[in-house]
């Protein structure tokens, strides 16, 4: 079995992973330091915090796990493991993006109408939020894909 750069047990798979653990907690940063509570009314913003506080952990576990494979130098060719992860990756990915979309739209829509809460650039900070959760989009599409890629491979 060839390994797919990029999937589960490989350096470039812990380093997605990596990334999107990052680009999460910077997310959730961005949102979390500074804002005034307004945002919490907004279901988009309630959202972006209750996924991006999914997309943590489950990307730092399973970067725990890249790590493991990768100094071990094992590969991971467990069908059900590999199922799992994709699955994971599948539903986190959507929600991810789903998320980044409505956040960016409803803090567009807040400064365009002028409201009276996005004074001192807190609509600015949920706009990089938004950015953030976005990369983190990109960082699991691109973990989904490489392991969905690898696992027909196992069957």
């Known amino acids: 079995m060839d390994k797919q750069p990029g999937a589960m047990g490989t350096s470039a798979g812990l380093a997605l992973r ?3 653990a990052t680009f999460s907690v910077s997310s959730l940063l961005f949102m979390c330091f500074g804002v005034s509570f ?3 009314s907004y279901a988009p913003f309630c959202f972006l ?3 991006m506080g999914l997309v943590m952990p489950w990307s730092l576990g399973l970067a725990m796990i890249d790590t493991f494979l990768v100094l071990a130098k094992r590969p991971s060719n467990q069908r ?3 199922s799992a992860v994709v699955l994971g990756d599948w539903v986190l990915s959507v929600l991810a993006l789903a998320v980044s979309c409505s956040t960016a739209s409803v ?3 807040l400064i365009a109408s002028g409201n009276v809460y996005c004074r001192d650039n807190i609509c600015l900070r949920y706009q990089l939020s938004a950015a953030m959760a976005f990369l ?3 960082l699991s599409l691109a973990s989904l894909l490489f392991n969905l890629w ?3 491979t196992l069957y």
């Open 38 to 40: 307004f945002s919490y």
């Open 107 to 109: 803090a567009d829509f």
């Open 136 to 138: 983190t989009w990109i």
């Open 18 to 20: 990596l990334g999107q």
């Open 49 to 51: 915090v209750t996924t």
């Open 150 to 152: 690898l696992l027909p």
């Open 80 to 82: 059900r493991v590999l």
